[in-house]
């Protein structure tokens, strides 16, 4: 049995969380208000897939990197929902310190 793919309950999830409805989400994303709910609704049951650059819209819109809609577990998607909000700066000492404790972590 294949693997269901992430990106529709991740959508689903952050779309609900950032407290907007289908339709709205598609017109913030240019989509015609005639069809924006059947879109947005499509990609949430996985019946289709945005394109990247339509995807990366969607995770601008809701304030997410695009990789968060590929993580296979929540944990992943937390850290990189968390992660995407630091400075660039935050970003490098950040992963500074995940190389240190893997390296730490090998030498056990």
């Known amino acids: ?18 407290q ?11 989509l015609d208000p005639s069809n924006a709910s059947a879109r947005m609704n499509q990609y949430e049951r ?13 995770a601008n819109v809701l304030d997410v990197p695009v990789a968060y809609f590929y993580c296979e577990d929540e944990l992943t998607a937390s850290i990189l929902q968390a992660a995407e909000a630091l400075s660039e700066e935050q970003k490098l000492a950040l992963l500074v310190s995940i190389r240190e404790m893997v390296i730490t972590e090998k030498e056990k």
């Open 46 to 58: 996985g019946k289709h897939t945005p394109d990247f650059d339509t995807l990366k819209r969607i």
């Open 20 to 30: 907007l409805t289908q339709q709205k989400l598609g017109e913030l994303l240019g």
């Open 1 to 18: 049995m294949p693997e269901l793919h992430p990106l529709p309950a991740r959508l689903k999830q952050v779309r609900i969380l950032k």
